[in-house]
Structures are given as structure tokens and as C-alpha cells.
């Protein structure tokens, strides 16, 4: 399973901004699907998930109000529109998958490669 995130750039704080992670390769079925950010010596950090097995998605309180993650299942892709944007949004996003495999009993889950998004003050 291969997820490419796409939609990161540069943008003035105050604008918006709209990622976009498509999954692809050999699964059953995404369950859950997210978006986290990392900024270069901290930790990763949860942005925004959807869970399959829930009707609210979870948000980071630093985005909460500002952040909408939306999912097409038939597509399997996956969205997190970002409005007022702050600099410290300033970040690499990465998209996150947990998937049922085509083989075996377990969820699997993957990163997709990361967007750089950079908001200016």
C-alpha cells in the first residue's frame, strides 16, 4: 500500500490550504485515515483523523475550528482543509493509513512521504 500526499506550499497566514493523500496498491479497506505534522526536532503530532468505526472525527485542539479532514471510501482518498492558517501550522504533514491487507487477519497501517507546509507571518 503506497499513500502520496499532495497539496502542501507556501501561503500567507490568514489563507487556506487543502491536502490530499490517495491511497493505492492491494487492500481491503482503509479504516481509518489521517493527517499528523511534524516540525524538525519534535514529535509527530495528530492533526486530524477519521475513523471508520466512528461518527465524529477527532481534531488537535490547536486546529480545532480551523480544520475539516473529509474522506471519498471510493476513491480512497482522503482531505484535510485548512483555513485561517497560523505560522505555526508551519510544518511537514504526513497522511496516515490504518487498512485491512489483502492478506492476513491484522490492520496494517503506512505514511505517505510527507507535504511541506509553510505559512508566513
Known amino acids: 500500500v503506497q499513500l502520496q500526499a499532495s497539496g502542501g506550499g507556501l501561503v500567507q497566514a490568514g489563507g487556506s490550504l487543502r491536502l490530499s493523500c490517495a491511497a493505492s496498491g492491494r487492500f481491503v479497506r482503509i479504516m481509518d485515515m489521517g493527517w499528523y505534522r511534524q516540525v524538525q526536532g519534535n514529535e509527530r503530532e495528530l492533526v486530524a483523523i477519521?475513523?471508520?468505526?466512528?461518527?465524529?472525527?477527532d481534531y488537535a485542539g490547536s486546529v480545532l475550528g480551523r480544520a475539516i479532514i473529509s474522506r471519498d471510501n471510493a476513491k480512497n482518498m482522503w482531505y484535510l482543509q485548512m483555513n485561517n492558517l497560523k505560522p505555526e501550522d508551519t510544518a511537514v504533514y504526513y497522511c496516515?493509513?490504518?487498512?485491512?491487507?489483502?492478506?492476513?487477519?491484522?490492520?496494517?497501517?503506512?505514511w505517505g512521504q510527507g507535504t511541506q507546509v509553510t505559512v508566513s507571518s
Open positions: 496516515y493509513a490504518k487498512y485491512r491487507p489483502a492478506w492476513g487477519r491484522y490492520p496494517s497501517t503506512r
Open positions: 477519521s475513523r471508520s468505526d466512528r461518527t465524529t472525527n
